[in-house]
């Protein structure tokens, strides 16, 4: 779980992004497009232009105008950089983790897989299953753990969406939990 730190290094990243696209918005609409609180935002811009990142420029009684300085934008690039490498590092870390469970149970003698999983992470599942050497196994994809078939005893998790509370016999194994991958913007 990220930190408070953390997580305001990761929204002025957002936030810079943000502005880099067009810097003539207001910051309501910065706030709307980031999901922040105004307050939050203007705290964070302020913090911004405070640290040389961007530059702020009244253009009117109405309309202030927010610029990434070279100092901007060169921390943009880097905590971009940071940040897909480590999207990348995430996505090997699954890779390995479904691999690993999958081979488990396969050796165990299980055939028949469920996978819960949505969106990019649900197309990461299929490209990996469909690399594995495990002849005669079955994969089914559901987006929810209601959709779950009845009778499955194992479901393989890769969702932000909690299991449901009784297990009724049924054990969630999570394809996403891993500890040895630290990521800090910075």
């Given at each position: 779980?990220?930190?408070?730190?953390?997580?305001?290094?990761?929204?002025?990243?957002?936030?810079?992004?943000?502005?880099?696209?067009?810097?003539?918005?207001?910051?309501?609409?910065?706030?709307?497009?980031?999901?922040?609180?105004?307050?939050?935002?203007?705290?964070?811009?302020?913090r911004l232009a405070r640290k040389g990142l961007i530059k702020i420029t009244q253009l009117d009684w109405k309309r202030t105008q927010y610029l990434l300085t070279l100092k901007g934008a060169v921390e943009k690039t880097r905590k971009a950089y940071f940040y897909t490498r480590y999207?990348?590092?995430?996505?090997?870390?699954?890779?390995?983790?479904?691999?690993?469970?999958?081979?488990?149970?396969?050796?165990?003698?299980?055939?028949?897989?469920?996978?819960?999983?949505?969106?990019?992470?649900?197309?990461?599942?299929?490209?990996?299953?469909?690399?594995?050497?495990?002849?005669?196994?079955?994969?089914?994809?559901?987006?929810?753990?209601?959709?779950?078939?009845?009778?499955?005893?194992?479901?393989?998790?890769?969702?932000?969406?909690?299991?449901?509370?009784?297990?009724?016999?049924?054990?969630?194994?999570?394809?996403?939990?891993?500890?040895?991958?630290?990521?800090?913007?910075?």
């Amino acid at each position: 779980m990220p930190t408070s730190t953390e997580t305001l290094e990761e929204n002025e990243f957002l936030l810079i992004q943000e502005i880099s696209r067009k810097p003539t918005r207001t910051q309501r609409d910065l706030s709307e497009s980031l999901g922040l609180s105004l307050g939050m935002t203007n705290l964070l811009i302020r913090r911004l232009a405070r640290k040389g990142l961007i530059k702020i420029t009244q253009l009117d009684w109405k309309r202030t105008q927010y610029l990434l300085t070279l100092k901007g934008a060169v921390e943009k690039t880097r905590k971009a950089y940071f940040y897909t490498r480590y999207t990348v590092r995430i996505f090997r870390q699954i890779q390995e983790n479904i691999t690993t469970a999958l081979t488990q149970e396969y050796r165990q003698g299980r055939r028949e897989f469920v996978l819960v999983a949505q969106d990019e992470i649900l197309e990461l599942l299929r490209d990996t299953v469909s690399d594995l050497p495990l002849p005669n196994a079955a994969f089914t994809f559901v987006p929810r753990f209601q959709e779950i078939p009845p009778g499955v005893d194992l479901a393989l998790c890769a969702t932000l969406e909690a299991p449901p509370k009784t297990a009724n016999g049924r054990r969630y194994l999570s394809l996403v939990d891993f500890e040895d991958i630290d990521f800090r913007l910075s």
